[in-house]
């Protein structure tokens, strides 16, 4: 079960890469159509935030799995994920029915950034949190 979930969780963030570039592809109402509103803007536009704030967590809990979740990984793992968000919105601008713009790459950055200080305070700070948790789940008993 162990293996498992190590191998769940390393192949997880490039799943969810893939998921970020099919619906990159898509209209920008793909997976959430509200009627046109302020209300339905804002929810789109903070998705960025979220989106790549989980990326960023996904790629986390892969290197915490195989007890490589260091300072030095975190902050790869955070320019990795804001420059995947710099491709993303590069390939969005080659989709007729998208845009790009740099205030969503800040949006990405933000929310990476966002999930990078939590991680740092929670995780390496008070070691607490779900990373605390995949740890103990993947972590060889010794006998």
């Not at 080659?94 to 939590?118: C, E, M, N, Q, T």
Request: hydrophobic share 50%.
């Amino acid at each position: 079960m162990r293996k498992f979930l190590k191998l769940f969780l390393t192949v997880l963030p490039f799943i969810y890469m893939g998921a970020i570039w099919y619906m990159s592809s898509q209209p920008d109402d793909l997976i959430l159509d509200l009627p046109a509103s302020s209300v339905d803007r804002f929810i789109k536009e903070a998705l960025h935030l979220v989106e790549f704030a989980i990326l960023y967590l996904l790629f986390a809990a892969a290197l915490c799995a195989h007890n490589k979740l260091t300072s030095s990984w975190s902050t790869l793992a955070a320019i990795i994920a804001c420059l995947y968000g710099v491709c993303d919105e590069i390939h969005q601008s080659f989709i007729p029915v998208r845009s790009a713009s740099l205030i969503d790459v800040a949006k990405d950055v933000i929310g990476v950034l966002a999930a990078y200080f939590h991680v740092r305070f929670h995780y390496f700070k008070h070691h607490r949190g779900f990373l605390t948790i995949i740890e103990k789940l993947t972590k060889k008993a010794v006998s």
